[in-house]
């Protein structure tokens, strides 16, 4: 998928990554990955960090966030900015999607 034009969603494998969180790699190169994370209600992104700049697009659902120590609910069409090395999770209040963009790609999720 390294580097793939078209990337259909249909064609993705779903991985369960959670307890109520299926992970979607979706179009990425060495420099950019863009991925879908579908959680369900109650879902835990538990607190974690890692060397990479992650931008963070609430799709749908309802979310409460933290970063960096400071927490805020997030909605539909919010999005976060998550630089590389600062501590990150969330708690999916209402089920729903994130779409996470990660510079560079993330070769762990390959």
């Known amino acids: 998928m390294l580097n ?9 494998k779903a991985e369960c990554v959670g307890r109520g969180v299926v992970r979607r790699v979706l ?22 960090h890692h060397p990479h700049t992650q931008i963070t697009y609430v799709v749908s659902g309802v979310f409460e966030f933290e970063i960096d120590g400071e927490k805020r609910i997030v909605k539909g069409g919010d999005t976060m900015l998550k630089l590389d090395g600062v501590e990150h999770g969330c708690v999916c209040l209402k089920e729903g999607v994130l ?8 070769e762990d999720f390959v």
């Open 27 to 48: 179009a990425y190169s060495k420099d950019l990955m863009c991925v879908e994370n579908t959680f369900a209600e109650g879902a835990v992104g538990t607190l974690h």
């Open 4 to 12: 793939d034009r078209w990337v259909f969603r249909e064609d993705v």
């Open 99 to 106: 779409l996470d963009i990660f510079n560079p790609m993330r």
